[in-house]
Every structure is written in structure tokens, then in C-alpha cells.
């Protein structure tokens, strides 16, 4: 079982629709980053949480450390939001983990 | 601000042959990590430089392996290349150590794609 499970794996979505990823994950951490990928390959990060909520933008993302859980929100989505979105966790060793990643299309 | 420069984009080698990858980072950032991506893997973790100095290494064999110089520009080298080596390299700098994928104080460079034939 992998230590970081995001769900869906694929999410299609019509234009001005809320969407939530979903995270979880199974080590200890020290921290949690949600990451964009556009196709072509290029990464951005959008959030690093060790605890709470932080929001940029359109952008929310929530962690609940008892829970082991983490949620990206996006308020009012639009085509231009559509690319891989990833889950990492720094884990108490040190190294980072990585979720499968959740495919995002939002149509016109 | 140039952003993070990975060099070449596009790669195809032999198999059994080696291979080197560069990565400059953006002015001032002295953390580069590297990682690989691949359709079944996803993307793990390689390694991690700061000032000249492996801090962190993934659970990778010892074919992979890197160094950083004195002004930060990384290189990862792969020898003894297999098909299943095919993937996509990014690597991310930073300022500091520990802020490798710190929020926005992390920059990804676009990756070089690596085919094993």
C-alpha cells in the first residue's frame, strides 16, 4: 500500500465547479506540499501545510494531522486549471514521498 | 530572475551506456534536489545537495549519483543506463536546505526526458 494515497486518480469537471483532491497518508510527517503539473512536465509548487489552512487565490488547502489527511479546494475552476495535481509529504526520515497524483480536466 | 535550467530537455541513450544531467538552480538558491519520474512509478525522490554536500538520498542503486559544485549547479549521472531508467528528471532548487519543496521558496526546472532504447 503506498504511504501516500490520493483520491480520485482522474477528476473531470465543468467550468466554475468547487473540486477537492484528497490526501492521505500513513507515516509521520513534518510536512505537507500539494504540487501542479502542466503537461510538458514543467512543477509548481502551490502549498507547503504542517498544520491548518492556507489559501492563495482560488486555492485552498487543508491538513488534519490527527487524521492523516489533506485537501486541496479549488473554488471556481477553469480550464487553465487543469493539469496533474501531487501530493508530498516530508516524512520524519527526512526524504520525501509522493501521491500517484490526481488528473484534472475542467472543460468550458 | 532566471528560473531553474535543466539541460539537455530531451535525451536518448543506449542501454548500458551513461548518462549526465545538469541543473542550474536560480541565482543565490545553494539547495538542489533531484527526482524521477516515471507512468508507473510516479515521482521519488533521488537526491539532495546543499553546499556541496549529499544531504538526503532516496532508495535508489548506486548507478545514480550526483554532485553539486561550488556555484550550486548540480549534475546527477546514471550509469550503466537500463530501459527502465527511461523517466523524467526534474530538479527543484531552493535557499536553504530543508526548504526543498518549502511552499513557494521551491522552483521546479522543466526536466530532462531520458529514453532508454
Known amino acids: 500500500k503506498n504511504e501516500v494515497e490520493q483520491s480520485p486518480q482522474n477528476l473531470t469537471a465543468q467550468e466554475g465547479e468547487f473540486i477537492t483532491i484528497n490526501c492521505s497518508y500513513s507515516v509521520g510527517i513534518s510536512a505537507l506540499h500539494w504540487l501542479q503539473q502542466h503537461p510538458g512536465g514543467g512543477i509548481v509548487s502551490l502549498f507547503m501545510l504542517s498544520s491548518g489552512k492556507k489559501k492563495h487565490g482560488r486555492l485552498i488547502a487543508t491538513i488534519n494531522i490527527q487524521e492523516k489527511h489533506s485537501s486541496l479546494h479549488i473554488t471556481a475552476s477553469h480550464p487553465r486549471d487543469s493539469a496533474v495535481y501531487i501530493c508530498?509529504?516530508?516524512?520524519?526520515?527526512?526524504?520525501?514521498?509522493f501521491g500517484a497524483g490526481t488528473r484534472l480536466t475542467v472543460k468550458p | 530572475k532566471a528560473g531553474v535550467t535543466q539541460t539537455p530537455r530531451y535525451l536518448i541513450k543506449t542501454r548500458g551506456q551513461q548518462v549526465t544531467l545538469s541543473c542550474s538552480p536560480i541565482s543565490g538558491h545553494r539547495s538542489v534536489s533531484w527526482y524521477q519520474q516515471t507512468p508507473g512509478q510516479g515521482l521519488q525522490f533521488l537526491f539532495e545537495?546543499?553546499?556541496?554536500?549529499?544531504?538526503n538520498k532516496g532508495n535508489f542503486p548506486g548507478r545514480f549519483s550526483g554532485r553539486q559544485f561550488s556555484n550550486s549547479r548540480s549534475e546527477m549521472n546514471v550509469s550503466t543506463l537500463e530501459l527502465g531508467d527511461s523517466a523524467l528528471y526534474l530538479c527543484?532548487?531552493?535557499?536553504?536546505?530543508?526548504?526543498?519543496?518549502?511552499?513557494?521558496?521551491?522552483?521546479f526546472g522543466q526536466g530532462t526526458r531520458l529514453t532508454v532504447v
Open positions: 508530498a509529504v516530508r516524512s520524519l526520515r527526512d526524504d520525501m514521498r
Open positions: 527543484a532548487s531552493s535557499l536553504e536546505y530543508r526548504d526543498r519543496l518549502a511552499g513557494t521558496e521551491a522552483f
Open positions: 545537495y546543499f553546499s556541496e554536500t549529499q544531504r
